[in-house]
């Protein structure tokens, strides 16, 4: 792949995520019965990143959790034969809670849904919103996320690369373009 464009850098990634902290006090009236849930891989370092916010807003904790869609996935067949399952940890109840999911990307709306079954088999929370760094359009699904840090519309041969210090040594977000491989046309 190659770098078409870096259209977000660390401060960039930063001043978003405060916005969405406040976004998310808001919506909710405070944090009174409020947890996130960060999806493998990228949404968990997101999630803490949040939640580090909100403190700093609110000056309360709020529980962070981590959740493993691997075998919610409606593509599971294609992706491996053996697929690698992470461990999910939320260690504290969803009932009756608000629970936002939180995600570095939508595209299809895939891995919200199995996101969202993946909780309804942990508890019933009184509702659940989503969370996304970067919405790059392309839905196949009636999944809209909540709060979307920015709207970034790309063609099916561009993919958007979020990059976090605590997975990739470096905070920023890409577009890149897909190769073309030689002699095969694709």
């Given at each position: 792949?190659?770098?078409?464009?870096?259209?977000?850098?660390?401060?960039?990634?930063?001043?978003?995520?405060?916005?969405?902290?406040?976004?998310?006090?808001?919506?909710?009236?405070?944090?009174?019965?409020?947890?996130?849930?960060?999806?493998?891989?990228?949404?968990?370092?997101?999630?803490?990143?949040?939640?580090?916010?909100?403190?700093?807003?609110?000056?309360?904790?709020?529980?962070?959790?981590?959740?493993?869609?691997?075998?919610?996935?409606?593509?599971?067949?294609?992706?491996?034969?053996?697929?690698?399952v992470n461990r999910t940890n939320v260690p504290f109840t969803v009932e009756g809670?608000?629970?936002?999911?939180?995600?570095?990307?939508?595209?299809?709306?895939?891995?919200?849904?199995?996101?969202?079954?993946?909780?309804?088999?942990?508890?019933?929370?009184?509702?659940?919103?989503?969370?996304?760094?970067?919405?790059?359009?392309?839905?196949e699904l009636p999944i809209k996320a909540t709060y979307v840090g920015k709207n970034?519309?790309?063609?099916?041969?561009?993919?958007?690369?979020?990059?976090?210090?605590?997975?990739?040594?470096?905070?920023?977000?890409?577009?890149?373009?897909?190769?073309?491989?030689?002699?095969?046309?694709?």
């Amino acid at each position: 792949m190659r770098i078409k464009a870096q259209i977000m850098n660390e401060d960039d990634v930063n001043r978003v995520l405060i916005r969405i902290a406040h976004q998310i006090i808001e919506k909710n009236h405070g944090t009174e019965k409020l947890c996130l849930i960060g999806i493998r891989t990228r949404g968990v370092p997101l999630a803490k990143r949040l939640a580090r916010n909100i403190k700093k807003i609110e000056d309360c904790e709020i529980p962070v959790g981590e959740l493993d869609i691997t075998l919610y996935r409606d593509d599971l067949n294609k992706i491996a034969l053996e697929p690698v399952v992470n461990r999910t940890n939320v260690p504290f109840t969803v009932e009756g809670k608000t629970v936002v999911l939180v995600d570095d990307v939508i595209f299809t709306g895939r891995t919200a849904r199995a996101a969202l079954d993946a909780v309804m088999k942990i508890g019933r929370p009184a509702r659940i919103q989503l969370a996304v760094l970067v919405d790059r359009g392309h839905l196949e699904l009636p999944i809209k996320a909540t709060y979307v840090g920015k709207n970034i519309p790309t063609s099916l041969n561009e993919i958007i690369a979020v990059n976090l210090t605590e997975c990739d040594g470096v905070t920023n977000v890409t577009i890149n373009e897909k190769q073309e491989r030689e002699g095969t046309g694709k």
